[in-house]
């Protein structure tokens, strides 16, 4: 059989603190086996042929977690966007971030930007990261630019005013850590996603747990509401 590979994989990282849990570590050595298994995932998502990768790093509802574990999150982004930035220029993957960056840290933000800058035009792939996202929030501020403009939207004209403007909406949306929802993760970009659901928490998701996600997306007929085969 062919093997068809989705164009666009989105990842829903959750688990981390439960995997911390489990080894009685501080929710924040969940988070750092988290961002190190992250690092290897998405070198392996775009060595399958994966064109964009999108990961649900921290939503706008995570913003509420207390401060103590949200200054060790912030700690592990600016160590990601300081040391990873050349290993993807060099493997010219360009990065993206989603998500209402003016309720980070100035400094988280500034490394962001930087990152971003530095990997424009990196055309193997585009890492997408959402960081304090929420979908709901995103559709919202859309709908606003769009009544402000007078404006009567289309799917297209939409779909442009997000802030996944220009990236195709993902083929597979995969969550890990057990959980059954998407927790406000591109509510209207997944309306014909493939879900895959795992109990592997985020830092036991292995690549080849990952390869297991692909051949379930291989085996799925997509009908996009038409009469199958
Ligand atoms: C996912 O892991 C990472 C973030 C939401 C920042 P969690 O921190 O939600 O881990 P669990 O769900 O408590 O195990
Ligand atoms: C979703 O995980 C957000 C991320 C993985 C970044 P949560 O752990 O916040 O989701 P809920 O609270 O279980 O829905
Ligand atoms: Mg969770």
Redesign the pocket.
Known sequence: MEKRIPKHVAV???GNGRWAKNRLLPRSAGHRAGMKRMISLSEHIFDCGVEWCTL????T??LNRPQEELDALFGLFREYFTKNVETLKEKKISLRVIGNLQLLPDDVREVIGRGEEETKGGARGTLVL?IAYGARQEILSAVNSAVRAGMEVTEESFSALLSTEGIPDPDLLIRT?K?V?L?N?LLWQSAYAELYFTGKLFPDFTDKEFDKALVAYAERERRFGKIGK
């Open positions: 829903i990282m959750d649900y790093a921290l939503s509802e995570n959402a850590g959980e929802r927790s993760f």
